[in-house]
């Protein structure tokens, strides 16, 4: 028994093998293959994409050398290379098409409502920390967000062109409209035009794809290059050229350095190929790629093990946490989750047969959608059992099995029926019935208050009420992102508890002063002069909030020194801005 015949038998026995495969039994590792393509090019959308049946003996046909025209395949009639050539024009302006449509969706979805008029806090990290200097973010990276060290390098060259929140989320959308197209292209290579266009279509219209579109964080970025690195094994996996195989690492490189989580990218390939029961040399190159994309990502998690606590606030995932990633796969809603569902469970219980020419080593469609969709999450959500770390974000690349797999089963819904173009145009107009129901959805996420807290009101409400030489103090400290966000509303105001600026201290926020330093600089202010305390609504009053010492102090000389209640507070989405008259101290310190 060969390598081939131990890993389709020890490994990927009977149901399983059928599922991912399209086929059942043990025999043959390429063999069985539908030949999807033939006869004369057919509309853009609707063209299978294929080689078209092999060409053999014709009765009649002379067999000798002399009579074959050169260029032309022999046994082939005369006359049919005309007709050949132009099937293949058809197959590739249909796949062009059926690629270049989700892409083009997606980016006007991206573009749609981009200017929320504020960022929300993870944003604003990304606008604060890619304004400093190089040295400064190289400062900050040693202590916090080295998970995040690449995307902000990049962000910091984007912010150089044009520095606004618009700006900040440009790269997501761009990165977004990439992903849809990746996932037809795939659709289309795997299966025909017309899954490829649906499978791009349905991903473009996910609510939880376009939130991350319009996002300034890497998560968009990393399933772009997830998109990317899976194309790159369908492709080398039907000829693994050596340069094939170094793109593929370098793109799950690069894709991992964004944010580690995506080396579980790795896993999914794997069981992909090993369903696929493809040859020793195609598990050689992508051995060999896989240890160098993992020996470029190791520096990066053995040093942000160093940051853990940053992400000490996620809990332990559960059946809620499990529910609600499905949902943002699937949809957000009962019916289109239920139909994506159901679509996809139709095309693992009937997969699509494999595609291409006879001999071919394309991989099937099920096999590359599933573990996709599966492997990451299940491997996140287990570890996250012992070291919660389970957020949805974080597995955004994953999402592009889940409509593969939607337009496969659509595929077997649809694909009886006569005329080729009706039946493309058809599955793209279920996918635009699918968006319509999911519009206020869609127009939700596109709310200034979508993502929890709006900043940039908060800085509006102390531009319009504080006057320059006025004082400010934050609570909690990390409350003082406002400023940082949008410093020209703060501009003038002095800030009583800041000791070493974010920049200067390498942090995210800052370094603060003492309890004693901060009475002291409340006494020495002017009578009648305003202190402006903004506040995090969220925390303050909070079990979190009243664990912080430093925090509780603040509060205490506040009420020291100043009236017991503000004078008068403005409160907007997660925060509030509150006006407090200070004089001599009315008790003794503590």
């Avoid at 449509?101 to 997606?106: A, E, I, K, R, T």
């Avoid at 790159?232 to 690069?254: F, K, S």
């Avoid at 995932?317 to 009962?334: M, S």
Wanted: charged share 20%; proline share 7%; with cysteine.
């Amino acid at each position: 028994m060969d390598w081939t015949d131990w890993k389709g038998e020890a490994m990927v026995r009977g149901p399983l093998r059928a599922v991912l495969t399209g086929r059942g039994g043990s025999r043959g590792a390429v063999g069985d293959r539908a030949d999807v393509g033939g006869g004369a090019a057919e509309g853009a959308l609707g063209r299978e994409d294929g080689a078209g049946p092999a060409a053999g003996p014709v009765p009649g046909a002379r067999d000798g050398g002399g009579g074959t025209p050169p260029g032309r395949a022999r046994g082939r009639p005369r006359g049919t290379d005309g007709a050949v050539g132009a099937s293949r024009a058809g197959r590739s302006r249909a796949a062009t098409a059926a690629v270049l449509l989700p892409g083009g969706v997606m980016l006007v979805l991206g573009l749609w409502g981009l200017d929320r008029r504020t960022v929300w806090r993870d944003e604003g990290a990304t606008l604060q920390v890619a304004r400093r200097s190089l040295p400064e973010i190289v400062r900050l990276l040693r202590d916090v967000d080295l998970v995040h060290g690449l995307y902000y390098l990049l962000m910091h060259a984007v912010v150089a062109v044009h520095d606004d929140e618009v700006t900040v989320r440009l790269p997501s959308v761009a990165a977004a409209a990439g992903t849809a197209a990746l996932v037809a292209a795939i659709g289309c290579r795997l299966a025909r035009p017309r899954v490829g266009l649906w499978a791009g279509l349905a991903y473009a219209a996910t609510p939880f794809v376009g939130h991350y579109a319009q996002e300034g964080r890497s998560y968009a970025l990393v399933a772009a290059g997830a998109a990317g690195a899976t194309w790159l094994l369908v492709r080398a996996a039907e000829r693994g050229t050596g340069l094939r195989w170094t793109g593929y690492g370098a793109v799950v490189a690069v894709t991992s350095l964004l944010h580690e989580f995506a080396i579980l990218l790795l896993a999914a390939h794997g069981l992909t190929l090993l369903a696929s029961r493809v040859p020793w040399r195609t598990w050689r190159g992508w051995l060999y790629a896989g240890l160098a994309a993992c020996a470029a990502a190791a520096p990066l998690a053995v040093l942000s093990r160093r940051q853990s606590a940053q992400v000490s606030w996620i809990r332990t995932p559960g059946y809620a946490e499990a529910k609600g990633l499905v949902l943002a796969f699937a949809g957000p809603t009962g019916l289109i989750a239920g139909v994506t569902l159901a679509l996809a469970a139709l095309a693992l219980v009937a997969p699509l047969p494999r595609t291409g020419p006879p001999g071919a080593r394309r991989l099937p469609l099920n096999a590359v959608a599933l573990p996709l969709a599966l492997v990451p999450p299940v491997l996140l959500y287990a570890a996250s059992q012992r070291t919660p770390l389970f957020l949805d974000r974080y597995l955004l690349f994953s999402v592009a099995g889940v409509p593969l797999l939607a337009a496969a089963g659509l595929e077997r819904v649809l694909g009886a029926l006569p005329g080729q173009r009706a039946v493309a145009a058809a599955g793209a107009v279920l996918v635009a019935a699918g968006f319509v129901w999911q519009l206020p959805q869609q127009q939700r996420e596109r709310l200034p208050g979508s993502r929890g807290d709006e900043p940039a009101a908060v800085a509006r409400a102390v531009g319009r009420l504080a006057r320059p030489g006025d004082a400010v103090l934050f609570l909690p400290h990390h409350e003082r992102r406002t400023a940082l966000f949008y410093p020209e509303e703060f501009t003038g105001l002095r800030d009583l508890t800041l000791k070493r600026s974010a920049a200067a201290s390498g942090t995210l926020y800052g370094e603060e002063v003492g309890a004693a330093e901060l009475r002291a600089r409340l006494a020495a202010l002017p009578a009648g002069r305003p202190v402006w305390v903004v506040s995090d609504t969220t925390t303050v009053g909070g079990r979190w909030f009243r664990a912080q010492r430093a925090e509780t102090a603040k509060t205490r000389v506040l009420g020291e020194l100043c009236r017991a209640r503000p004078e008068s507070t403005v409160y907007v989405r997660g925060g509030s801005v509150s006006r407090y008259t200070c004089g001599p101290p009315r008790g003794r310190a503590p």
